[in-house]
């Protein structure tokens, strides 16, 4: 049957659109295609970075002492870190002058977990790199004791595990550190706990006296800004003769850390001649008395904190005499 003119015009307009969208639906397929494959392909190179990378498992910060099973876990990162530069259980393991992995028991036989200290804030899920962590050397000997201080000046914001240098500040003026970067084991508004030897509690017993005999004196604590990556102070205070003298037949000083005390304090002594001791003359008449008010003070501070904590554990039956206890 012969078309009319206009069914062929329609015929050919039909073929030619369809033709067009068939080119038309062609071209976005093979572009489609195109970017499918070049997205997969970018897909591929990501996958690659993907690594598995030791990261902060929590929030830590400069300062914070930080072992290998307590504070991080292993998750996939995308990253170019070089994975030699990142922290592993390796770092956390202590090892002979050959680099052989050895273990460290205290004195019941129990071992030893090496600790390390950041030296930088780290966010929760970063990679934390060699270079961020030291090792904490501050292991506890046989001399170390826990002493609490409530004559200690303390700076507003302080917390537990901040660090803290120990200083004294005469009415003259002078200002000597006593006790160099302590880290504080606890802490209330008017008291702090520290970890000391011997020798550094024979220091604070003779700070303390001189803070007390010295009108105008400070006994004050200052926080370090960045603990993990600022050295400690040098001590610059000189105990008093009398504590010198008792330092030096202490038989609970170590040995070694009194040979280095030693060692310091001569480049103190005619300070401590000169400015100290004039300060400490000056209320020598009274010095009994200005001692025994300072003692009563810290008892009484003391015996505060103390009910407080007693207060808290008497519900629990964690004080107080019991037949149990014989």
């Known amino acids: 049957m012969a078309m009319?003119?206009?069914?062929?015009?329609?015929?050919?307009?039909?073929?030619?659109?369809?033709?067009?969208?068939?080119?038309?639906?062609?071209?976005?397929?093979?572009?489609?295609?195109?970017?499918?494959?070049?997205l997969n392909e970018n897909i591929s190179a990501l996958q690659k970075l993907q690594k598995d990378?030791?990261?902060?498992?929590?929030?830590?910060?400069?300062?914070?002492?930080?072992?290998?099973?307590g504070n991080f876990s292993t998750t996939k990162v995308q990253t170019t870190v070089d994975p030699t530069q990142v922290v592993s259980s390796d770092d956390f393991e202590f090892?002979?002058?050959?680099?052989?992995?050895?273990?460290?028991?205290?004195?019941?036989?129990?071992?030893?977990?090496?600790?390390?200290?950041?030296?930088?804030?780290?966010?929760?899920?970063?990679?934390?790199?060699?270079?961020?962590?030291?090792?904490?050397?501050?292991?506890?000997?046989?001399?170390?004791?826990?002493?609490?201080?409530?004559?200690?000046?303390?700076?507003?914001?302080?917390?537990?595990?901040?660090y803290i240098d120990i200083r004294l500040s005469i009415p003259n003026g002078q200002d000597y550190i006593v006790l160099s970067k302590k880290r504080v084991l606890g802490t209330n508004a008017t008291t702090i706990w520290l970890k000391l030897n011997e020798l550094e509690i024979e220091?604070?017993?003779?700070?303390?006296?001189?803070?007390?005999?010295?009108?105008?004196?400070?006994?004050?604590?200052?926080?370090?800004?960045?603990?993990?990556m600022q050295k400690d102070s040098t001590a610059t205070y000189v105990a008093s003769e009398a504590t010198l003298a008792l330092m030096a037949t202490n038989p609970n000083i170590v040995e070694e850390v009194y040979?280095?005390?030693s060692n310091d304090i001569?480049?103190?002594?005619?300070?401590?001649a000169k400015y100290i001791q004039p300060e400490v003359e000056k209320n020598k008449d009274n010095q009994s008395s200005l001692v025994?008010?300072?003692?009563?003070?810290?008892?009484?501070?003391?015996r505060a904190a103390r009910q407080s904590y007693v207060d808290s554990l008497e519900g629990s039956g964690s004080v107080g005499y019991t037949e149990d206890n014989q």
């Open 4 to 38: 009319n003119p206009m069914q062929r015009r329609a015929r050919n307009s039909f073929l030619i659109g369809l033709l067009v969208a068939t080119i038309i639906a062609a071209v976005v397929v093979m572009f489609l295609i195109k970017r499918i494959n070049v």
């Open 53 to 69: 990378y030791l990261v902060a498992s929590d929030n830590l910060e400069s300062g914070q002492v930080v072992t290998f099973e």
């Open 95 to 162: 090892h002979d002058k050959n680099g052989e992995v050895i273990e460290k028991v205290d004195k019941d036989g129990n071992p030893l977990a090496k600790q390390m200290i950041m030296k930088i804030d780290v966010p929760a899920g970063t990679i934390v790199t060699k270079d961020m962590i030291e090792e904490y050397d501050d292991q506890t000997t046989d001399t170390d004791r826990i002493r609490e201080f409530s004559m200690v000046s303390l700076p507003s914001q302080l917390k537990n595990g901040d």
């Open 203 to 228: 220091l604070m017993n003779s700070a303390i006296v001189e803070n007390y005999t010295m009108t105008g004196s400070r006994l004050y604590a200052l926080e370090y800004v960045e603990p993990g």
């Open 259 to 261: 040979t280095k005390y």
């Open 266 to 272: 001569w480049n103190n002594l005619e300070s401590r």
């Open 292 to 302: 025994s008010s300072g003692n009563a003070s810290e008892e009484e501070s003391i």
